[in-house]
Nanobody, 123 residues
Framework: QVQLVESGGGLVQAGGSLRLSCATSGRTFSRYAMGWFRQAPGKEREFVSAINWSGDSTDYAGSVKGRFTISRDTAKNTVYLQMDSLKPEDTAVYLC????????????????WGQGTQVTVSS
């Protein structure tokens, strides 16, 4: 069983930055690929970014590439999403996800999900 707890969301002006964290429980964190998704009101959940178990392979949605950076710290059992140059359209609830396979995370087939953290970007 893996539990995911997101933090770091908040209100920021356009052009600003936030860093989201996803803390995980359990001793098997290093085995899992991790990812971030987001869901805005009235919209479908969409993929944002993912990272494989070793941290040497990452993937990004086109809308965030070059602005967001995913990373992981195995010693802290935590995955991060550094979000720079934020835009109002980045406003959403951001959710952390985990699966043993990176491609399954990217496809939205994660077996573990967090509750989410709200990110609001004002214009």
């Amino acid at each position: 069983q893996v539990q995911l707890v997101e933090s770091g969301g908040g209100l920021v002006q356009a052009g600003g930055s936030l860093r989201l964290s996803c803390a995980t429980s359990g001793r098997t964190f290093s085995r899992y690929a991790m990812g971030w998704f987001r869901q805005a009101p009235g919209k479908e959940r969409e993929f944002v970014s993912a990272i494989n178990w070793s941290g040497d392979s990452t993937d990004y949605a086109g809308s965030v590439k070059g602005r967001f950076t995913i990373s992981r710290d195995t010693a802290k059992n935590t995955v991060y999403l550094q979000m720079d140059s934020l835009k109002p359209e980045d406003t959403a609830v951001y959710l952390c996800a985990a699966h043993l396979q990176l491609r399954s995370v990217v496809a939205g087939l994660s077996i573990y999900w967090g509750q989410g953290t709200q990110v609001t970007v004002s214009s």
